[in-house]
């Protein structure tokens, strides 16, 4: 029992969305810093980046280092290979002229192997706009997508697992039908064994083909938590299975249909948000009343999402949302993951059809329907969600908002950042 309750809190780590881990240590360590401490700076004020490195805690003396500085993913405006004679140099790193961000990279050579890390300075990052269009019938289409799921049965069916049980929650596989007869949506629900009513938190995934454990942790501590998979397959089978997946049929269903806006793969997978918050609010144990959503990445995306889709939720967190625009780099600036208009993007030659489909999806569009409070993270560093298209969705909410900011961290989060995210959906969903 030891051993699986082990298996289980591992593949917990490695599964919730917010676990994205932080990167390993290394022995050789390189620092970039900006000359202010917040890493903020106006526009057309200048920046200073530092670069350091390190061994055993002591600057290393005549490192070489190749630094390259421009706007994040976007070709360099200055690069250089330099020697650090003490270890240690400062390079006016330029500025900008209108909001965004600024990137320095740094790669250090050390006996032959290569140590990077990074810095981005934002310039007046709350005065960045979207570039997504905003269609005039985006409400209808939705609002029409509803309608038509809110006609198909749930068909619910639910599997004890036992061995996930813990002595205050029951753990169950759950599969729903979705969006069309015969289509499935599977997860996994942990439910408190006390008889009585309370909230719930929908966790919505981040990209990937992968098995879920469940959020145990929080439904132990009085919340029915659903954590969903978003292919349509079961999400407690061996890992090896998804690996396969990943690699074969689900490789880049990202992409899937972008050309139709009817039956591009991301319909399927908003639907099913919904369609979880229709299983999760029907459950007996629930209070009736106090609904979450959270995720990081997709999973940040989807929080949001599903938030402007479905009245029923009243708070939502959200790490560094990706699917967000996306058509940046069709303005010469950065887009959200999975960069489909990037110029190294084969789908950049086939837009045409594609930005009719993605208005329809961005999560600018949905964030600017938001009607109610949201906690959101992220660092400056992500380079797989830049935040220049983070505070592109940012800057359109009007409902009530907060912002923790983990300046150096990329895609993966610090504990700190989980902790004030889930303490804050706790406080929000118990009413203390």
Same mark, same amino acid.
């Given at each position: 029992?030891?051993?699986?309750?082990?298996?289980?809190?591992?593949?917990?780590?490695?599964?919730?969305?917010?676990?994205?881990?932080?990167?390993?240590?290394?022995?050789?360590?390189?620092?970039?810093?900006?000359?202010?401490?917040? =890493?903020?700076?106006?526009?057309?004020?200048?920046?200073?980046?530092?670069?350091?490195?390190?061994?055993?805690?002591?600057?290393?003396?005549?490192?070489?280092?190749?630094?390259?500085?421009?706007?994040?993913?976007?070709?360099?405006?200055?690069?250089?290979?330099?020697?650090?004679?003490?270890?240690?140099?400062?390079?006016?790193?330029?500025?900008?002229?209108?909001?965004?961000?600024?990137?320095?990279?740094?790669?250090?050579?050390?006996?032959?192997?290569?140590?990077?890390?990074?810095?981005?300075?934002?310039?007046?990052?709350?005065?960045?706009?979207?570039?997504?269009?905003?269609?005039?019938?985006?409400?209808?289409?939705?609002?029409?997508?509803?309608?038509?799921?809110?006609?198909?049965?749930?068909?619910?069916?639910?599997?004890?697992?036992?061995?996930?049980?813990?002595?205050?929650?029951?753990?169950?596989?759950?599969? #729903?039908?979705?969006?069309?007869?015969?289509?499935?949506?599977?997860?996994?629900?942990?439910?408190?064994?006390?008889?009585?009513?309370?909230?719930?938190?929908?966790?919505?995934?981040?990209?990937?083909?992968?098995?879920?454990?469940?959020?145990?942790?929080?439904?132990?501590?009085?919340?029915?938590?659903?954590?969903?998979?978003?292919?349509?397959?079961?999400?407690?089978?061996?890992?090896?299975?998804?690996?396969?997946?990943?690699?074969?049929?689900?490789?880049?269903?990202?992409?899937?249909?972008?050309?139709?806006?009817?039956?591009?793969?991301?319909?399927?997978?908003?639907?099913?948000?919904?369609?979880?918050?229709?299983?999760?609010?029907?459950?007996?144990?629930?209070?009736?009343?106090?609904?979450?959503?959270?995720?990081?990445?997709?999973?940040?995306?989807?929080?949001?999402?599903?938030?402007?889709?479905?009245?029923?939720?009243? =708070?939502?967190?959200?790490?560094?949302?990706? #699917?967000?625009?996306?058509?940046?780099?069709?303005?010469?600036?950065?887009?959200?993951?999975?960069?489909?208009?990037?110029?190294?993007?084969?789908?950049?030659?086939?837009?045409?059809?594609? #930005?009719?489909?993605?208005?329809?999806?961005?999560?600018?569009?949905?964030?600017?329907?938001?009607?109610?409070?949201?906690?959101?993270? =992220?660092?400056?560093?992500?380079?797989?969600?830049?935040?220049?298209?983070?505070?592109?969705?940012?800057?359109?909410?009007?409902?009530?908002?907060?912002?923790?900011?983990?300046?150096?961290?990329?895609? =993966?989060?610090?504990?700190?950042?989980?902790?004030?995210?889930?303490?804050?959906?706790?406080?929000?969903?118990?009413?203390?």
């Amino acid at each position: 029992m030891r051993k699986n309750l082990a298996i289980i809190f591992i593949v917990w780590a490695i599964t919730t969305p917010m676990s994205f881990a932080q990167p390993s240590e290394k022995f050789i360590k390189v620092a970039v810093s900006a000359d202010h401490p917040d =890493w903020v700076y106006k526009v057309g004020e200048k920046v200073k980046f530092t670069i350091d490195v390190y061994k055993n805690g002591s600057l290393v003396k005549n490192a070489q280092v190749r630094y390259e500085i421009g706007p994040e993913k976007q070709e360099p405006t200055q690069k250089e290979t330099i020697v650090l004679l003490s270890g240690s140099k400062t390079i006016d790193g330029g500025t900008m002229i209108t909001g965004g961000f600024l990137r320095c990279v740094a790669i250090a050579d050390i006996d032959g192997k290569e140590y990077r890390n990074l810095c981005t300075a934002g310039f007046d990052p709350l005065s960045i706009a979207p570039t997504v269009e905003n269609p005039t019938d985006f409400d209808t289409f939705w609002d029409d997508a509803k309608t038509e799921l809110a006609k198909i049965p749930m068909d619910i069916k639910m599997t004890l697992l036992p061995e996930r049980c813990t002595e205050l929650t029951n753990v169950y596989h759950v599969n #729903l039908q979705n969006f069309k007869v015969g289509t499935r949506l599977y997860g996994i629900l942990c439910v408190p064994k006390k008889e009585g009513k309370y909230p719930a938190l929908l966790q919505v995934p981040g990209a990937g083909v992968r098995a879920y454990a469940g959020d145990i942790a929080n439904a132990d501590k009085g919340i029915i938590t659903f954590q969903i998979g978003i292919h349509g397959i079961p999400v407690t089978m061996d890992a090896g299975v998804y690996t396969d997946l990943g690699a074969g049929i689900l490789n880049g269903y990202f992409n899937y249909n972008m050309d139709d806006k009817n039956r591009f793969f991301y319909k399927r997978v908003y639907m099913g948000c919904v369609r979880a918050n229709d299983f999760l609010t029907s459950l007996q144990q629930y209070d009736g009343t106090n609904l979450g959503v959270v995720g990081g990445s997709q999973g940040g995306a989807l929080s949001i999402i599903t938030a402007a889709l479905d009245s029923r939720v009243k =708070w939502l967190g959200a790490f560094y949302p990706a #699917l967000s625009d996306v058509t940046g780099y069709l303005k010469g600036r950065a887009g959200g993951w999975p960069h489909y208009f990037d110029k190294n993007n084969r789908l950049f030659n086939e837009k045409k059809e594609k #930005l009719e489909t993605i208005k329809y999806y961005d999560v600018v569009n949905f964030a600017r329907r938001l009607k109610i409070p949201g906690y959101y993270s =992220w660092g400056f560093n992500d380079e797989t969600c830049p935040p220049t298209l983070m505070y592109s969705v940012y800057n359109v909410i009007s409902a009530p908002k907060s912002l923790y900011l983990a300046l150096d961290t990329g895609h =993966w989060t610090y504990p700190e950042q989980n902790e004030k995210m889930y303490d804050w959906l706790r406080e929000k969903l118990s009413g203390k």
